[in-house]
């Protein structure tokens, strides 16, 4: 891992390596980080609203004291992980090879698992801009208010709710699959924390037992949400590239690692197509 220094409430990530704040917090993996014109990324995870810029080779947050960093930040953008051994081991495949140098900011944001799973529901047949407006009204709507931001409302929270009740955010169909999995997961049934540890497979099919979750959400979550790093989601773009690219199978240098090199192919065909 890089060198990191505490100032007060900032934390500075030296000579930061593998990590566009860009390529990271706009890759499709996550909607709550907003780009400012003068560099500045903001957004709110776990409850905590941060600000992030890049400085120098270094990435300096806002708004974190050490604790913070240490118990949620660190896991939050996978500082633990050497993504340059990842990437070298990548190089076996050549088209894969370049898709990783191509994206090497990118790092697989481990989110709250509840916020992943809605989140990725609400992806459904939808538009990253709306997806984006739909989320910040379910938060601006029921979660709690924080300094800067609202923050993710919890389970519980809406599994007191009806379909009807979240008609303010205008998520259409996917209002009873948003309130189906918050009631499974405040009931107990499903426990999103011990997905994290269960097997990919176990995970995955308890998963699907949610309404409107089908293999691709269910990836998403487990990948975003509880660091299954070997779920390699697949929609319309990525099926069209494994098609073109890798004669339709993922690599077997990918093995162990796929859901990386899944977001370093996605940004390298969505890169290709501008």
């Not at 090879?97 to 916020?115: K, M």
């Not at 994290?196 to 269910?218: F, H, M, S, T």
Request: include cysteine; aromatic fraction near 12%.
């Amino acid at each position: 891992m890089n060198d990191v220094f505490f100032e007060k409430d900032k934390v500075y990530i030296k000579n930061a390596k593998n990590f566009s704040l860009a390529q990271t917090l706009d890759c499709g993996q996550a909607f709550r980080w907003k780009a400012g014109g003068d560099g500045v990324w903001s957004g709110i995870a776990g409850g905590k609203y941060i600000e992030l810029k890049e400085q120098n080779g270094d990435i300096v947050i806002s708004g974190a004291s050490k604790r913070d960093f240490e118990e949620f930040w660190f896991d939050y953008f996978d500082l633990g992980r050497d993504y340059a051994a990842v990437i070298k081991q990548f190089s076996a495949d050549k088209t894969l090879f370049a898709a990783a140098n191509a994206s090497s900011g990118i790092r697989i944001l481990r989110q709250e698992p509840f916020e992943a799973l809605c989140s990725f529901i609400i992806s459904q047949n939808n538009n990253i801009p709306r997806i984006k407006g739909i989320i910040e009204r379910l938060c601006e709507n029921f979660g709690e208010k924080k300094e800067k931001a609202y923050a993710f409302p919890e389970a519980e929270v809406l599994a007191r709710l009806t379909p009807d009740d979240l008609a303010p955010i205008r998520s259409g169909f996917r209002a009873k699959y948003i309130i189906d999995a918050a009631r499974r997961v405040a009931g107990g049934e499903i426990d999103l924390n011990s997905l994290c540890k269960l097997g990919y497979d176990e995970a995955r099919e308890i998963l699907l037992k949610i309404k409107g979750v089908g293999p691709k959400v269910a990836d998403c979550a487990l990948l975003y949400g509880c660091g299954h790093i070997e779920a390699f989601p697949k929609d319309v773009w990525i099926k069209r590239a494994l098609s073109d690219y890798f004669g339709g199978e993922i690599p077997a240098c990918a093995k162990g690692a796929a859901g990386i090199a899944q977001q370093y192919i996605f940004y390298y065909i969505r890169e290709k197509s501008k």
